[in-house]
């Protein structure tokens, strides 16, 4: 049943994807943009958006991937059927930009963090960590369905687990329970905070919502085959010298979801506000209060859109000229967010862009 709707709904929602970017053209970023959040001349991070829910944060001699997926799986009305391959080509040559080779030999990826196990999330992974990454420096943080997901692929390393999401999601959750993973060289640590995925049409999900108890018995290769399981937001900090922390980075790229769900709470934003928002803008008109919530309560002072453009056409064709996600209405969202802005009096302060992907935004401090 859930196919045969899902198959509707991409067939009838398949056109808008040819819906080209131009009307929201003013807050795109199609080349490397400098954001200056500070006039301290203390250092500066690189934020690279990846495409869908990913991006690449890099630091002196440190970097992190969330969630990267490059091979976009297309045309929509044929992806049920077809067979995903990893786009080895496109992701050499992401690295190559990048890191100087198409693997990252000196190890400075040290983590790649997935926010939920859907096929745009994960279905790259194995080949990015095996292929790309130095598999002695990188590791992969991620929820026990993701775990039991890649226990499948080629990768023979347990990851790191994040807690069970019934240990965190409590109402009265306390400070204690959160957890903060250091990288080995303790120049970045990454907070997941469990959240919610957003229903993809008229309330309904998709794509299967189901979290794994046990290994599957092969790592998937269609779409309809990645379970959903646990949603992860994270806290991204980057750290200097005794954990004093230079930059504070919030990924809500996973999914849109109701009000603030999936957000710190207020003895760590006490301790440092957020400077940079990721904020995944597919399916936010599914739930309620998104994303006008999450700023009201983070008030950052740097917003990037992520999963915004069509990753139901070719990359490539989105580096170029890019379309907008069908079935969200981009133009909405940017008044929504723009709207709340000024409701907080941070019209002027909060900047907000949609990078094209591939786009490199460098964040002085
Ligand atoms: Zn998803």
Same mark, same amino acid.
């Given at each position: 049943?859930?196919?045969?709707?899902? %198959?509707?709904?991409?067939?009838?929602?398949?056109?808008?994807?040819?819906?080209?970017?131009?009307?929201?053209?003013?807050?795109?970023?199609?080349?490397?943009?400098?954001?200056?959040?500070?006039?301290?001349?203390?250092?500066?991070? /690189?934020?690279?958006?990846t495409g869908s829910g990913g991006f690449?944060?890099?630091?002196?001699?440190?970097?992190?991937?969330i969630d990267p997926y490059?091979?976009?799986?297309?045309?929509?009305?044929?992806?049920?059927?077809?067979?995903?391959?990893?786009?080895?080509?496109?992701?050499?040559?992401?690295?190559?930009?990048?890191?100087?080779?198409?693997?990252?030999?000196?190890?400075?990826?040290?983590?790649? +963090?997935i926010a939920h196990?859907h096929?745009d999330h994960?279905?790259?992974?194995?080949?990015?960590?095996?292929?790309?990454?130095?598999?002695?420096?990188?590791?992969?943080?991620?929820?026990?369905?993701?775990?039991? #997901?890649?226990?499948?692929?080629?990768?023979?390393?347990?990851?790191?687990?994040?807690?069970?999401?019934?240990? %965190?999601?409590?109402?009265?959750?306390?400070? @204690?329970?959160?957890?903060?993973?250091?990288?080995?060289?303790?120049? /970045?640590?990454?907070?997941?905070?469990?959240?919610?995925?957003?229903?993809?049409?008229?309330?309904?999900?998709?794509?299967?919502? &189901?979290?794994?108890? @046990?290994?599957?018995?092969?790592?998937?290769?269609?779409?309809?085959?990645?379970?959903?399981?646990?949603?992860?937001?994270?806290? /991204?900090?980057?750290?200097?010298?005794? *954990?004093?922390?230079?930059?504070?980075?919030?990924s809500?790229a996973g999914a849109?979801?109701?009000?603030?769900?999936?957000?710190?709470?207020?003895?760590?934003?006490?301790?440092? @506000? /957020?400077?940079?928002?990721f904020?995944c803008?597919a399916?936010?008109?599914?739930?309620?209060?998104?994303?006008?919530?999450? #700023?009201?309560?983070? &008030?950052?002072?740097? #917003?990037?859109?992520n999963h915004? *453009?069509?990753f139901?056409?070719?990359?490539?064709?989105?580096?170029?000229?890019?379309?907008?996600?069908?079935?969200?209405?981009?133009?909405?969202?940017? &008044?929504?967010?723009?709207?709340? +802005?000024?409701?907080?009096?941070?019209?002027?302060?909060?900047?907000?862009? %949609?990078?094209?992907?591939?786009?490199?935004?460098?964040?002085?401090?």
């Open positions: 049943m859930r196919k045969l709707m899902l %198959l509707i709904v991409i067939i009838c929602t398949s056109c808008s994807g040819t819906r080209k970017a131009s009307k929201i053209k003013p807050h795109i970023a199609d080349k490397p943009v400098s954001i200056p959040l500070a006039h301290y001349g203390a250092g500066s991070s /690189i934020i690279t958006y690449l944060i890099q630091q002196d001699s440190s970097a992190i991937l490059f091979s976009n799986i297309n045309p929509l009305p044929l992806i049920l059927f077809k067979k995903l391959k990893t786009d080895t080509i496109l992701i050499d040559d992401f690295f190559e930009k990048n890191f100087g080779s198409s693997k990252d030999v000196s190890g400075l990826i040290k983590a790649i +963090l196990s096929y994960l279905a790259d992974v194995p080949s990015i960590y095996l292929r790309n990454c130095n598999i002695d420096s990188t590791e992969i943080i991620g929820g026990p369905t993701t775990n039991h #997901i890649l226990k499948n692929s080629e990768i023979d390393k347990d990851i790191t687990l994040i807690r069970p999401v019934n240990e %965190l999601n409590s109402e009265n959750i306390q400070p @204690k329970a959160y957890q903060w993973i250091y990288t080995r060289n303790n120049q /970045i640590r990454i907070l997941p905070i469990p959240t919610e995925h957003a229903p993809h049409f008229c309330g309904i999900k998709l794509l299967s919502s &189901k979290k794994l108890t @046990k290994d599957l018995s092969f790592f998937p290769t269609k779409v309809g085959r990645f379970p959903e399981g646990e949603n992860y937001n994270f806290i /991204i900090d980057i750290l200097g010298d005794n *954990e004093k922390i230079k930059l504070r980075i919030f809500h849109a979801c109701d009000d603030d769900i999936g957000i710190p709470n207020d003895s760590i934003l006490t301790e440092k @506000k /957020i400077d940079v928002l904020l803008v399916n936010f008109n599914q739930v309620d209060n998104y994303p006008e919530k999450v #700023i009201q309560r983070l &008030k950052p002072k740097f #917003i990037i859109g915004w *453009e069509n139901f056409r070719q990359y490539r064709k989105n580096t170029r000229k890019p379309a907008t996600v069908p079935n969200t209405n981009v133009k909405r969202f940017i &008044k929504n967010v723009k709207q709340q +802005l000024e409701s907080l009096n941070l019209k002027d302060s909060t900047m907000f862009i %949609l990078p094209i992907p591939n786009t490199a935004i460098e964040i002085a401090y």
